[in-house]
């Protein structure tokens, strides 16, 4: 029976360690991969670069202007990370576009004299890095003053304040970095996007490029966002300053400045993919401007929801020159005949020169006498696994799907439009005809043929140079030609998603690309919750939803025969509801945690005030205060979605402090012989409620006798003693032969550690026949 007994035991315990091996190879590989995020040192900062002086408008119409007046402020925002002596820095200023370089008293401060200052003041912070790690690009809204020629002359001191305000900028968001791990992702914001119609530089039939990345800084302890940066592929161009007699960063403005109030840090906006890339709608007061930059503040709060960390702390950049092929004459002839400075506006022509340098590497000729050679460079950066290229223009979305098609390694690639550079519009000439442009200003702002493919070829290099594997792509837009008789129809909401079941919606309708059917007059809508209407073209409403859930909108148009839809998604959350605790009171400070229920389901930023009314953000934070009182939080989801609530806090309790008492001391043997050695025994109690740092024993004999009785060593060092906890010191100590019978040495013990009274107390060795005989210790 004992030998089945212990069979079974053993055919029990291999099972038991086959079951363990099978949990190991199942969920251990998982937990091995999924490694830690990557911690690096993140800032973000703005600049203002409100003109102090009139201007001309770029963007829209000849000599706009010129003004001085903003309608909102105007800036240079940047984002800077750092690993090591590694970083990567992004500039994005609120201009229509700037040039990689000028001439003149302008030379100092085109974009790549601009980068090089920027990189010179990362390398005096301890980086060792060149301009490739810096990326300077421009929002492009069309609302802001021209430092480009071609609407306006250019005013070399405000082109100054631009180049120094970038540099601010970097500098103060290095200075200002902290740890941050960095949450990425992409999101879909296609509806913002006009893609399902003709309209003038939007060409119908054509794949746009819908994608919106972010990169996410967020403090490693506290969950709280330290900087945030986004690529947003739409034309910043709705504002109007013609209209409105003033400047604006159209929606890229108010999108940041509502990410900074829901999530506290820095919002740095900059463009994605531009080319051919429209939003829907035709008002250009700030009215529009608030429900497109509310989509935007949306879809990327949405995008941080689903984020995930970067685990990879490689940080690396390369830049590529690019020479291209020049041919169109009438930017040419603006280069060519720019004579100063400033540029020169020609009022019969109503165009401007351009004030790009006209110096090699950036000008030089070309294989012919009609054409030029066109000198700018193409950046790639690395954080991790997430990869960067620019676009030193409004490339169109073709040549952005090549440079991610062509590359493999990253979690995403993220692309910069007006960075570095402003080029104009490019792709390959032969994928589009005359019909598909329409009205476009594309083929006026075409600088050559050769653009479209070289962006992606140096792209590709740079993305190589730094350690992705890539593959050569031919840049190529094939052409949907069913479209070409359809009338097109494309909505978009201020909101995809929000617990408020009221959305602000704009309902667009255009003639087709051919022209046989007309714009349709109206648009009918079916709202996935049983309800319908009809609306006209251009028109702005109001939907409410009957309640939480998802549904897929539609709207269709009609003309010539010929319908046409467009559907996207709108999600109702349940009311987020946010409860604080007071997770733990210590004299110095209360820990607070805020969790969430309802809303979109994931927390992602938390602001608080303490109660003594300081301001910190966080998930998880710290109110310093010794105070008691009501601190308030207010949570915000991946949905934009708030939710406010309190939690009262206690006083705090008195500092814990250490107190040592001195217990015993004790000399063995009682009797030391001349020229022998004892150990002395000292035993202290901490006796308060703090650990006793650096606790110091030592023995101090008179001046007197020092050559009778020497304690070696004179110091002990036991470390830390605990709160209520004793420990027992030994130091030796040696009486010579030159102590003699009726001397009396009293020897000094005294205690001490950081932050504590010292404690001393005394023995005595009296010399008598033989040896010396110690006496109880005494206090003091």
Request: proline share 6%; hydrophobic share 35%; net charge neutral.
């Amino acid at each position: 029976m004992e030998t089945c007994n212990r069979q079974a035991f053993r055919l029990a315990a291999i099972a038991a360690a086959m079951a363990a091996l099978a949990f190991v190879l199942t969920f251990g590989v998982n937990r091995a991969a999924a490694a830690d995020p990557a911690v690096f040192d993140v800032g973000a900062a703005s600049s203002s670069i409100n003109p102090d002086s009139p201007q001309y408008v770029a963007g829209y119409g000849y000599k706009v202007g010129p003004m001085q007046t903003t309608h909102d402020d105007l800036e240079a925002r940047a984002f800077v990370v750092g690993k090591g002596d590694k970083a990567v820095a992004f500039v994005s200023v609120d201009l229509v576009g700037w040039f990689a370089a000028y001439d003149g008293v302008n030379a100092p401060y085109g974009i790549d004299a601009t980068r090089q200052k920027i990189a010179d003041a990362l390398q005096a912070r301890g980086y060792d890095v060149g301009r490739e790690s810096v990326i300077v690009s421009s929002t492009h809204t069309h609302s802001a003053p021209a430092v480009v020629g071609i609407w306006g002359t250019l005013d070399p001191a405000y082109l100054k304040k631009v180049s120094d305000a970038a540099v601010a900028a970097a500098t103060e968001a290095a200075d200002e970095a902290q740890p941050s791990e960095i949450w990425s992702g992409v999101y879909n914001i296609k509806s913002f996007i006009w893609q399902n119609g003709q309209g003038t530089n939007h060409p119908d039939g054509f794949e746009y490029d819908n994608a919106l990345p972010i990169l996410w800084a967020r403090d490693p302890d506290t969950g709280a966002t330290n900087a945030l940066y986004a690529t947003v592929p739409n034309h910043p161009d709705q504002f109007k300053a013609s209209d409105n007699n003033a400047m604006s960063a159209d929606w890229p403005g108010y999108a940041r400045r509502k990410l900074d109030e829901e999530n506290g840090g820095t919002a740095v906006l900059a463009a994605g993919t531009l080319g051919r890339q429209e939003p829907p709608g035709s008002v250009t007061a700030y009215s529009e401007v608030i429900p497109q930059g509310e989509i935007v503040a949306n879809e990327i709060q949405r995008t941080m929801a689903k984020a995930t960390p970067i685990t990879d702390s490689t940080i690396d950049a390369s830049e590529q020159q690019m020479l291209t092929v020049a041919d169109n004459g009438e930017l040419l002839t603006a280069i060519n005949l720019n004579p100063n400075d400033t540029a020169i506006c020609l009022d019969i022509y109503e165009k401007c020169t351009i004030p790009r340098s006209k110096q090699a590497p950036y000008f030089a000729p070309g294989p012919d006498s009609d054409t030029k050679t066109i000198g700018t460079y193409v950046e790639a950066a690395r954080i991790g696994d997430v990869a960067f290229a620019t676009n030193p223009g409004e490339a169109f979305p073709e040549i952005n799907f090549a440079i991610r098609n062509g590359v493999s390694g990253p979690r995403q690639v993220n692309v910069i439009a007006q960075a570095g550079d402003m080029l104009g519009y490019y792709y390959q000439r032969d994928d589009y005809t005359s019909q598909q442009f329409g009205s476009s200003d594309f083929e006026d702002y075409n600088v050559g043929p050769d653009l479209a493919q070289g962006n992606t070829d140096k792209a590709l290099a740079g993305l190589a140079a730094i350690g992705f594997p890539t593959t050569p792509q031919t840049v190529h837009a094939p052409f949907n030609s069913s479209v070409p008789d359809k009338p097109g129809v494309q909505w978009y909401p201020d909101q995809y998603e929000s617990a408020d079941p009221t959305f602000n919606i704009l309902g667009s309708a255009a003639k087709s690309q051919d022209g046989t059917a007309a714009a349709p007059d109206t648009i009918d809508w079916d709202f996935g919750d049983g309800t319908t209407d009809t609306t006209d073209r251009g028109e702005r409403f109001d939907h409410t939803f009957p309640g939480v859930g998802s549904y897929d909108v539609t709207a269709t148009v009609e003309s010539n025969g010929k319908t046409r839809s467009w559907t996207d998604t709108i999600t109702v959350d349940p009311a987020l509801s946010a409860t604080a605790s007071l997770d733990s009171r210590a004299w110095n400070g209360a820990h607070l945690s805020v969790s969430t229920s309802g809303g979109q389901g994931t927390l992602v930023a938390a602001r608080w005030t303490c109660q003594d009314g300081t301001e910190v953000s966080g998930l998880s934070v710290t109110c310093t205060s010794t105070s008691a009182g009501t601190a308030s939080v207010t949570a915000v989801d991946g949905a934009g979605n708030t939710a406010t609530t309190t939690v009262a806090v206690t006083k705090a309790p008195p500092k814990p402090v250490a107190k040592l008492k001195i217990l015993k001391i004790k000399v063995k043997p009682k009797k030391i012989k001349y020229g022998k050695k004892g150990t002395m025994t000292v035993v202290v109690k901490n006796t308060g409620t703090a650990n006793a740092a650096k606790l110091r024993v030592c023995v101090k004999v008179p001046a007197r006798a020092k050559k009778q009785v020497k304690p070696a060593p004179s110091c002990k060092s036991p470390g830390t003693l605990r709160a209520g906890k004793s420990a027992s010191t030994q130091i030796k100590v040696r009486v010579t032969r030159k102590a003699r019978p009726g001397t009396r040495v009293k020897l000094q013990v005294a205690v001490t550690a950081n932050g504590t009274k010292k404690k001393t107390a005394s023995v005595s060795l009296l010399g008598k026949p033989g040896g010396m005989t110690s006496s109880s210790y005494a206090a003091g």
